[in-house]
Structure formats: C-alpha cells, structure tokens
C-alpha cells in the first residue's frame, strides 16, 4: 500500500506542475511548435507533388528538381492520408506539418542546392538545384 501512496502523490505533484506550466504558456503557435517560415508569394514555375508512397509513406514527386535563380517553387499537400512537412535541411525554409490542399510556394534568390525532407518521415527527401 505504501507503494501505491508514493505513486499517489507523484501523480498529483506532477499535475500541479502541468497545471503551472499550462498558466505560463503563450498561445500563437498551431501546438506543434512549428511556426512555417521562408514561405514566398507570387506565381510557381514548377510544382512538387507530396504525395504518398508505399514504401515510404511519403514522397516528394519529382524528387529532384533544377530550377533559375529567382524562380519560385510550390509543393502541393495531396496526401489524404498522412500529414508531411517542406523542410529545408539547412533551415531556410519550413512548412511545418501540413495536410492534403495544402500549398507552400519558396522562391529561390541564390544558387545552389538545397537539400529538404520531410520532418516525420526520414525516408521523405528531395533536392532543388537552383543555377
Ligand atoms: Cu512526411
């Protein structure tokens, strides 16, 4: 019984602090964390289907893409069934999680390449290659 006390009062010290913290939490985000960034506006050149895949839950379709310097690219979300995230892997730019009829649209200033993934589906890659 003295075992199932001390769990007891664990439980509820741990619920006053959830309590505590709950108070001391700013609202604003969309309750991931993840606030989308490096989103451009204007008309895409090409379009990057996300899109499911068997093997991989996921997949960026084309999975390479070579693109102009100031040229804007746009993924479109048309997974109905999981949620996928644009997400550079230098950190330039973030979609966030985002679910089927879902848009982001980067333009891209500089070359390079610029590697992304998807941030829950380590197998979900692709490569933009801006000359
Ligand atoms: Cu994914």
Same mark, same amino acid.
């Given at each position: 019984?003295?075992?199932?006390?001390?769990?007891?009062?664990?439980?509820?010290?741990?619920?006053?602090?959830?309590?505590?913290?709950?108070?001391?939490?700013? +609202?604003?985000?969309?309750?991931?964390?993840? $606030?989308? &960034?490096?989103?451009? !506006?204007?008309?895409?050149?090409? @379009?990057? #289907?996300?899109?499911?895949?068997?093997?991989?839950? +996921?997949?960026?379709?084309?999975?390479?893409? $070579?693109? &102009?310097?100031?040229? !804007?690219?746009?993924?479109?979300? @048309?997974? #109905?069934?999981?949620?996928?995230?644009?997400?550079?892997?230098?950190?330039?730019?973030?979609?966030?999680?985002?679910?089927?009829?879902?848009?982001?649209?980067?333009?891209?200033?500089?070359?390079?390449?610029?590697?992304?993934?998807?941030?829950?589906?380590?197998?979900?890659?692709?490569?933009?290659?801006?000359?």
């Amino acid at each position: 019984m003295s075992v199932f006390k001390m769990l007891a009062a664990a439980a509820g010290t741990a619920l006053v602090l959830a309590g505590l913290t709950a108070c001391g939490g700013g +609202g604003g985000d969309n309750g991931s964390g993840c $606030t989308p &960034k490096g989103a451009g !506006s204007g008309t895409a050149g090409q @379009t990057v #289907q996300v899109v499911s895949d068997p093997n991989t839950v +996921g997949a960026f379709q084309p999975k390479t893409i $070579t693109a &102009k310097k100031g040229d !804007s690219l746009e993924w479109d979300f @048309t997974d #109905q069934g999981n949620q996928h995230s644009v997400t550079a892997d230098d950190g330039s730019f973030d979609s966030c999680l985002q679910s089927a009829g879902a848009k982001f649209l980067v333009t891209f200033a500089n070359a390079g390449t610029f590697n992304y993934h998807c941030t829950i589906h380590a197998q979900m890659t692709g490569v933009i290659t801006v000359s």
